[in-house]
């Protein structure tokens, strides 16, 4: 997780698996998030995920945006 002058937040996971049978075959799964934050409790939040699997030949992209409020109790 990375913040730039308190108020953004970068964060991000990437996985990629080789098969140990197949050489031609692999999985990616790559998440990253980006959140501006407005006020100490709310913040604009942005997600980008990635999913390929080469054998079946499956790919997807899927990005997700919205607000996020936060409060502890």
């Avoid at 692999?26 to 054998?55: E, F, G, H, P, V």
């Amino acid at each position: 997780m990375n913040v730039i002058h308190d108020f953004i937040i970068a964060d991000g996971t990437h996985f990629l698996q080789n098969s140990l049978s197949h050489g031609s075959d692999y999985n990616i799964r790559s998440t990253s998030d980006l959140s501006i934050l407005l006020r100490k409790w709310l913040s604009i939040t942005a997600t980008m995920t990635y999913n390929k699997l080469n054998r079946t030949a499956r790919e997807n992209l899927l990005f997700n945006y919205g607000r996020t409020v936060e409060k502890y109790f």
